[in-house]
């Protein structure tokens, strides 16, 4: 209980860290620079109270369940068959990104966008489909000891090559497409899943084989919106 308890205070402490310059920042030009006070000062308090708040609980759960939940299902997956872990890790990935927030929200802003030509669904399909196929790979990767460069200097090769064969209204999509990817949800559970991979395959010191699953997982999405905005404009020729 003693160490729940001091978890909370270490959380919260970060929490009021990482807040208060911000908050410095938006009330010094609220003030200061635009010299305009809020219409409502007191919903504006309650809305950064109610976000410091989210951002609290969020980094808690993190901290105390998702972060060393992926640790431990890593380290247990490394005692299985390498295309076991891949078919998993594929799954897994799929399922993290269609429950990222920031996922959602581009989706929906994509289809209202685009007046429905790319439905939410689709969008947060494609990248679903890539950040599995992104984390499958980060897997292989980490279980066979590879260098990070040798996926990410083929991929982003291939995603600049497309980038002269896509419509340019495609090309800032799937650019967002790989940031949105990378969000909070990714980065408490995903990461810590292939460190303790790389740790139960490769031992205590071999931690940092596991970071780069990230950078991997940012670029999946980039080349599946590229290639779906190929079909989609092809579609419509062949219409």
């Known amino acids: ?120 669904r689709l969008v947060v399909a494609t990248i679903a489909v890539g950040v599995g196929i992104a984390l499958a790979l980060a897997v292989v990767r980490i279980g066979n000891a590879w260098s990070l460069a040798t996926i990410l200097i083929p991929g982003y090769l291939v995603v600049l090559a497309l980038t002269f064969f896509v419509p340019r209204k495609y090309v800032p999509v799937a650019f967002d497409a790989g940031a949105v990817a990378t969000g909070p949800v990714a980065v408490n559970f995903v990461l810590p899943l292939s460190t303790g991979l790389a740790i139960g395959l490769w031992g205590e010191g071999a931690g940092l084989l596991g970071f780069g699953v990230v950078g991997i997982i940012a670029l999946a999405p980039i080349l599946g919106m590229l290639l779906l905005g190929i079909v989609l404009e092809r579609g419509k020729f062949d219409a």
């Open 1 to 120: 209980m003693s160490e729940l308890l001091g978890t909370v205070g270490h959380v919260f402490l970060e929490v009021v860290e990482a807040t208060i310059p911000v908050l410095a920042l938006i009330f010094f030009f609220q003030f200061v620079v635009l010299r305009r006070r809020p219409e409502s000062l007191r919903t504006m308090l309650l809305g950064i109270g109610m976000a410091i708040t989210g951002f609290f609980l969020f980094v808690l759960g993190a901290t105390v369940s998702l972060i060393p939940m992926g640790v431990q299902i890593g380290e247990y997956l490394s005692g299985a068959h390498m295309g076991v872990v891949a078919a998993i890790a594929f799954a897994i990935g799929a399922a993290v990104a269609a429950a990222e927030p920031a996922v959602r929200i581009f989706a929906f802003e994509v289809d209202e966008v685009s007046s429905g030509a790319m439905r939410k």
